[in-house]
């Protein structure tokens, strides 16, 4: 069984940053690659992030790449999304997902519950 928690959602000012954590439980968190996805009102849920396990290789969404930072602590079963420069556009429920590496909601086969990032303009 594997569990994931996110954490460090709230409102935040355009321009202001954010870092967001999510907790992994289950031994075999080091073999998933992780990701962050979030997905806004009316819209799909749309790829940020991912880290792969062992060489830690990141890849990011255009959209993201330059402002937000994905990173993991293998030892501490955590993956955290740091995000500057917040837009409103930025506004949405983020997930923390674990899975096989891919852009695509169906490489990923946990989820976290979200967390709500609202930015004001």
């Known amino acids: 069984q594997v569990q994931l928690v996110e954490s460090g959602g709230g409102l935040v000012q355009a321009g202001d940053s954010l870092r967001l954590s999510c907790a992994v439980s289950g031994r075999l968190f080091s073999r998933f690659t992780m990701a962050w996805f979030r997905q806004a009102p009316g819209k799909e849920r749309e790829f940020l992030a991912a880290i792969t396990w062992g060489a830690g290789t990141t890849y990011y969404a255009d959209s993201v790449k330059g402002r937000f930072t994905i990173s993991r602590d293998n030892a501490k079963n955590t993956v955290n999304l740091q995000m500057n420069s917040l837009k409103p556009e930025d506004t949405a429920v983020y997930y923390c997902?674990?899975?096989?590496?891919?852009?695509?909601?169906?490489?990923?086969?946990?989820w976290g519950q979200g967390t709500q990032v609202t930015v004001s303009s």
């Open positions: 997902a674990a899975g096989r590496l891919g852009y695509a909601t169906k490489q990923y086969d946990y």
